[in-house]
C-alpha cells in the first residue's frame, strides 16, 4: 500500500496540489478481515489520511441507520459535512456496522 500512497501523492504533486486535495479511494482485500486484522490494516489506512490532513464520515452496513442519525451523529456535529451511507456490509468478520470519520477544511466536488 505504501507504493499506492506515493503514487497517489506524485499525481498530485503533478496537478500542483496538495495532499489535502485527496478525495477517495477503493481499497480491495482479497478476502473478509478478522477484528484484529482490519484493525491493523485501518490504521496503516488512517495514519496516512492523519499526516495528509484529511479526516468526512461513511458508513458502512446493510442495516437502516435513519432512526439514529439525528441523534447519534448528527446532534454531536459529526455529520457537519456530510455523510455516504455504503449499503453493504464491512469488510470483518461478524461486523455489521463500520464508520470512518475524515475531516476537511474544504471540499470541492467536481461533476
Known amino acids: 500500500m505504501a507504493e499506492g500512497w506515493r503514487?497517489?501523492?506524485?499525481?498530485l504533486e503533478a496537478a500542483g496540489r496538495r495532499r489535502t486535495a485527496f478525495c477517495a479511494c477503493e481499497l480491495r482485500s482479497p478476502a473478509l478481515f478478522t477484528e484484529d486484522g482490519?484493525?491493523?490494516?485501518?490504521?496503516a489506512y488512517a495514519a496516512v489520511l492523519k499526516e495528509w490532513g484529511i479526516l468526512l464520515l461513511?458508513?458502512?452496513?446493510?442495516?437502516?441507520?435513519?432512526?439514529?442519525?439525528a441523534e447519534e451523529i448528527v446532534a454531536r456535529g459529526a455529520a457537519r459535512h456530510g455523510l455516504t451511507w455504503h449499503d453493504c456490509r464491512p469488510?470483518?468478520?461478524?461486523?455489521?456496522y463500520e464508520m470512518d470519520c475524515r475531516g476537511?477544511?474544504?471540499?470541492?466536488v467536481l461533476a
Open 104 to 108: 476537511m477544511p474544504v471540499e470541492r
Open 58 to 69: 461513511q458508513a458502512y452496513t446493510v442495516h437502516e441507520i435513519h432512526r439514529g442519525l
Open 91 to 96: 469488510p470483518v468478520q461478524g461486523l455489521d
Open 38 to 43: 482490519f484493525r491493523s490494516f485501518n490504521g
Open 7 to 11: 503514487r497517489i501523492a506524485a499525481v
